[in-house]
């Protein structure tokens, strides 16, 4: 079955460090992988998506990831953390078909301290 | 502005009492689904409609029935409410597994 594992529950960094959160899923064919982040109170929002081309994307506020295939992860990326990124974020995956469905991770609590 | 609008916003509700929670999107998007979040649990799909007129179990569907009303509109029912259905529930919709989703921004449910 699909999943989709982030290590992490919560992560603390200092504002002006840089981040990187992990995301591991299991899936047989090429996913579409997603990144989401919600702040408190609010929904979730979306940073970047990979389904193909470049292994590297560029999302909205700064946050780029990487798909490595060989290490089925797609982690989540920002060189230097600012602190309104101080949220929850979610990796999801796409199964097969054009349900549209997505599998979430648990999420991952980044803490930013000033 | 353009998105998805759920209601009510907060709900707290007694043990064995029934519920609606509404949900309408104007963004054309064909497919839509419910969603709760419970902590370290992330967020477990309950029922989607992949297109007007089609409804399908997610993996939490017990206690929950959906109806989609037209293709804007998309409800999430609980016949008889229970403290484990206690939850932030998040409707959003999609034009298809490439897209992603667009979220509403929640209804944080009681069940006391």
């Known amino acids: 079955a699909q999943s989709v594992t982030q290590p992490d529950i919560h992560i603390t960094v ?5 981040l990187e959160l992990r995301c591991n899923y299991s899936y047989g064919a090429t996913p579409y992988l997603f990144w989401y982040v919600q702040s408190p109170g609010q929904g979730l929002q979306l940073l970047l998506k990979y389904f193909s081309g470049d292994t590297l994307v560029q999302g909205i506020k700064g946050f780029e990831a990487e798909f490595k295939r060989s290490q089925s992860s797609f982690n989540l ?3 230097s953390v600012h602190w309104s990124d101080a949220a929850e974020y979610f990796c ?3 199964p097969s078909g054009n349900t549209g469905k997505l599998i979430f991770g648990q999420g991952t609590t980044l803490q930013v301290k000033p | 502005n353009a998105g998805v609008t759920q209601t009510p916003k907060f709900q707290v509700l007694k043990t064995g009492q029934s519920m609606t929670l509404q949900c309408a999107q104007d963004m054309n998007h064909n497919s839509m689904y419910w969603y709760r979040q419970d902590p370290g649990m992330g967020l477990r799909l309950i029922y989607y ?3 007007e007129g089609t409804t399908d179990k997610g993996e939490v569907p017990n206690g929950y029935n959906v ?4 293709k804007r509109e998309f409800s999430l029912r609980l016949e008889s409410a229970a403290p484990s259905q206690t939850s932030v529930y998040f409707c959003a919709s999609s034009e298809g597994r490439g897209s992603g989703y667009t979220f509403g921004s929640g209804t944080r449910l009681t069940v006391v």
């Open chain 1, 14 to 18: 200092s504002e002006g460090a840089s």
């Open chain 1, 77 to 79: 990326r920002k060189p």
């Open chain 1, 92 to 94: 999801a995956v796409a």
């Open chain 2, 49 to 51: 409609s992949a297109s």
């Open chain 2, 67 to 70: 109806s989609r009303l037209n």
